[in-house]
């Protein structure tokens, strides 16, 4: 039983790691319209960066969440 089951686990081994032969058709590349547009702050009136300072008391390692809500919508 033991030794089937090394048996099955090993051809599974060597299955997986076969190497893919993918036949890639070639397609035409449409482009697709951006979704956001980037707006200067003279058209919206909103001037604002977000720069976080870090020290040896405040940084990514001690302050995980430091850049979660780093200023991308």
Do not use: R, W
């Not at 299955?15 to 980037?38: D, Y």
């Amino acid at each position: 039983m033991k030794n089937s089951i090394l048996y099955i686990l090993i051809f599974i081994f060597f299955v997986g790691c076969k190497e893919k032969e993918e036949i890639l058709s070639e397609t035409s590349e449409e482009k697709t319209p951006a979704l956001f547009e980037f707006l200067d702050s003279n058209q919206t009136g909103i001037d604002f960066h977000n720069s976080i300072t870090e020290t040896e008391q405040f940084n990514f390692l001690l302050y995980e969440y430091l850049y979660n809500g780093g200023g991308v919508a």
